[in-house]
């Protein structure tokens, strides 16, 4: 059998290996509902641009600190941090077999978030949100086929879940569902260094937070 590592996937594998069919784009306002930010919210999230913006005046910004800069401090403002929610960082997925084409699947996830108050079947925690992080050079979309791979585990314990993948500035979320053959549907781009669209983006981060009791 023939090991292949996520990171190397292209999408048309990815939709050869797994069946994922992609849905057309739909508005954040059809699948969540977006509340206001406080005044304290749009003050963290400014600091978060202006940090950001240092690094960035130096050149391209290294996956690792994309993470430290940008993605973890967005998750705690938006309440990711709080129980009953737990993130893991770096986890290893359980290898997907693919019989037909005499291939295993593995990779390693940068960042999920689970609710541990909803385990699924075999007590394995609900999924809430995946996120693929690339560094600044490299375009936010380039991490969609590592996504989906990821994804596709949770999908044989719950119906959907959320993805995120980007590069610190740019921000693109998919909303991934079980169906019959698994979809993804794309949302609109988010970018978080432009102040209206990052306003959204933290607004869209809570509201896929406060989601905890649909699967």
Known sequence: MTVINANTLTLDQVYHYLKFQKLS???FNSLLLLEPLSEFERSELAQIRIDFENYLTDGKVLEGMVMALTILPLLRLAGFYRSPIKMRIEQEIERINIQDEDISITGRLDLICINKDYPSEKDIPFWILVIEAKNTSISSSSGLPQLLTYAYKSLEQQKSLWGLT???????FFYIQKNTYPTYQPLPSLHLMEPESSE???QVLKAICQLQNIK
Request: aromatic fraction near 24%.
């Open 25 to 27: 784009y739909s508005s």
């Open 166 to 172: 980007t590069n610190g500035v740019y921000y693109e």
């Open 200 to 202: 959204k983006l933290l």
